[in-house]
């Protein structure tokens, strides 16, 4: 579904359900307002007629009920306004009822109009302000679950209040067939049921956000296993002036990236806290150790300063809420009718802060990029983005294909033997990061005032030699004696 179908239907369901639910309402309110009418029309035509009998007025069918004799006229309008005057309360209560759900119907559309609008305010600030979008970010969040929950809250209400009106004029018009008309509030009770159904669903589908997490399959190295490695990372901290991270999980289905968000491993009982770095073996296996280090300068950038840790943790409550959605999505099929409004709301909710993250993320990435470039050099960080990235393309070849049994020595098997295609496809890749959106390598590369050449590129796509799969090897040599 395109974005402006998703738009139209969002609107349709905040703004033209409500404005149905009025007209009934006002419809039913209108059916009160003309037995009252038709009662006084009644009383001033019997009224008319005794003073001059001779020359009585017209009478209009809807009065008479298809008499037309005149000797049976006031005798039916008496009998008629009696009925009114006896169901008097019942009137009352019907025109209270009418009222009530016309009000229902109109908070439910301001409440749609309130929804909008605090997204559209909370992610014009959000633009100006990475502090307001990060403290605000989750609020936002439960706030749009509150509103558009009291929105379809407030519509199930007004349709309740309907079915009621149409209920007490049956029961009040039992003697005349009152039972019939019930029928024609079938369409009613199924909406009812599909409101309270959908209530449900917002409730468990827009549950407000866990803490964020990452899921992944490595191995943790704590410092007194892995000391050379330890001692590198430290290094390039102090290098970078950045904090050294509290855990290094080493592992084969990532990228680089560090995390200050809870770090599950699954042979680990007790979730990882702090400030994580994860170093993949298949990368670092095909690059060289300067190359790695840059890498991880740019990674641990990430915590150089106030501003970029603040980015981290955008980016990872912003990567909560995409989960959130695509689980929603993925669980679409099972009800989309149901899961429609809640997933329109939550992909508006999406499509208006995506702009203030990515502006705040390729803001956090760039400045990361100088940190990396201090470690290493700005060339040699170049030249690793280029690598990185091409690596990237190659893993996900390697990992889709069925002759793939150990991912590491496939790849430095390639890699010993044949060069990296860094092609236009390579300068416009992002590199994956479980949280963030890089920008594209291309930028990143200019941005570091780099001279994207010949040498670059051949450096970057050179076949992997055996210093380059052997460093971290060595580095992780006392891990073994350790163990």
Known sequence: MSTSSRRLRLLAFLF?????????????????????????????????????????????????????????????????????????????????????????????????????GKLKYDALRSMRSQDYMLQHLTLAWQRVTQLIFLDVALLVAGISLCLLYEMVWAYSNWDRGGAMPLLFTLPLWVVLAGGVLLLRSIRKRLAPLEAPAVGLLGREL???????????????????????????????????????????????????????????????????????????????????????????????????????????????????????????????????????????????????????????????????????????ELIDLLLASPQTRNIVQALNSHMGQHALPVSPHTLEHRVEHPFDTHPPTLQRVHNLKVALDEDLIRQASRPASEADSQWFNQLLADTAHAA
């Open 16 to 116: 033209l359900v409500p404005l149905g639910l009025v007209l009934y309402a006002l419809l039913q309110d209108g059916r009160v307002h003309w037995a009252l009418s038709d009662e006084q029309q009644m009383r001033d035509w019997i009224v008319a007629a005794e003073k001059d009998p001779e020359h009585l007025l017209p009478v209009h069918k809807s009065l008479t009920g298809g008499y037309v004799g005149a000797e049976y006229i006031v005798p039916h309008m008496q009998q008629e306004i009696a009925r009114i005057v006896q169901d008097r309360g019942w009137l009352t209560l019907r025109g209270l009822l009418a009222h009530l759900a016309e009000l229902c119907a109109l908070a439910a559309a301001l409440t749609g109009l309130a929804l909008l």
């Open 222 to 392: 704590p410092r007194e296993h892995a000391p050379s490695l330890w001692r590198w990372v430290d290094d390039i901290a102090r290098t970078a002036n950045a904090p050294s991270p509290d855990h290094i999980v080493v592992g084969v289905d990532r990228s680089w990236f560090v995390t200050s968000s809870q770090v599950f491993l699954q042979s680990a009982q007790a979730p990882l806290l702090g400030r994580t770095l994860y170093i993949p073996l298949t990368y670092a296996s095909a690059m060289s150790q300067d190359e790695a280090g840059a890498v991880v300068g740019h990674e641990l950038g990430h915590f150089a300063s106030c501003d970029t840790e603040k980015g981290s943790q955008l980016s990872s409550l912003f990567h909560s809420v995409h989960s959130r959605i695509h689980t929603m999505l993925d669980d679409n099929d099972s009800d989309p009718l149901l899961a429609g409004p809640g997933i329109w709301v939550s992909l508006y909710f999406l499509e208006r802060f995506d702009q203030a993250f990515h502006h705040w993320s390729r803001r956090q990435e760039l400045a990361a990029d100088e940190v990396g470039a201090r470690v290493a050099g700005a060339r040699t960080f170049a030249s690793a983005l280029l690598r990185v990235c091409a690596l990237s």
